[in-house]
């Protein structure tokens, strides 16, 4: 059974596959409507969301299927103890693909071990996120053509940002690309990332701690917030939380046809005042990722049936 779980369980020709069919949905959003009919999409979220589950609820929606699920850990059978392969071995009883978040990393991969039906892993604690990246890289392609050459700064929380470590293996495959790695000394990008991903597949990368200075460089900018709920005392949130604010002028140097990014939610990282900007992007992401996860369900859902 194909799940995803991570963005290399689908090879590059793969992914131009899914971002061509989200690209043909934006076109033809008629000829999908009725591609799912009968069939059920699970949401189990067992951590906050507003993107991932109602984009991946609205794209089952808009394919014709139907949706079932909890959007809170306290109202499934986990706040009684069960585990997460119980969970799964459950819900393929009533649906034919489960969306999965969850706080503890790996967790979607258990219950894709245990599943008798896909599993997508829709974040895990802050190892993963591979649908934001998969809304990343269509945008990226609408946005800027393709993925080769492009130098893509990434500013913020590096340490917990599982969109970043999605993002950055994603991009490791294609050829030309150069990573700026922006973040202050306390949430640099780990270490496995660095050594598995970047140095593993010569990607050339730099650290600073200061955006400005880099800022002419950037093709990309991918702005994170710095999570909250992953640190394990206030004191160091409330000292690194605004350590980035992207504001009008410090745009002034920055190429004519930057992309900015965020996979949202931001809380200061982003000034509201920067949304008029034509560069800004994330709102497109959001959008975006509503398409590919639609492309995304068809692609594993027909897999499924072979
Ligand atoms: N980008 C993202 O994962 O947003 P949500 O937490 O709202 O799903």
Redesign the pocket.
Known sequence: MRSLIDILDFSVEELDELIGVANDIIANPEAYSEKCKGKKLATLFFE??????LSFEAAMLELGGSVLGFSEANSSSAAKGESVADTAKTISCYADIIAMRHPKEGAPLVASQNASIPVINA?DGGHN?PT?TLADLLTIQREKGGFNNLTVGFCGDLKFGR?VHSLITALSRYEGINVVLISPDELKLPSYVKKDILAKNNIPYKQTTDLESVMPELDILYMTRVQRERFFNEEDYLRLKDSYILEPRKLKNAKPDLCIMH???RVNEISVAVDDDPRACYFKQVLNGKYIRMALILKLLEEAKR
């Open positions: 906050p969301s507003t993107r991932t589950r974040g996120h934001q969109t996979p949202l939610p």
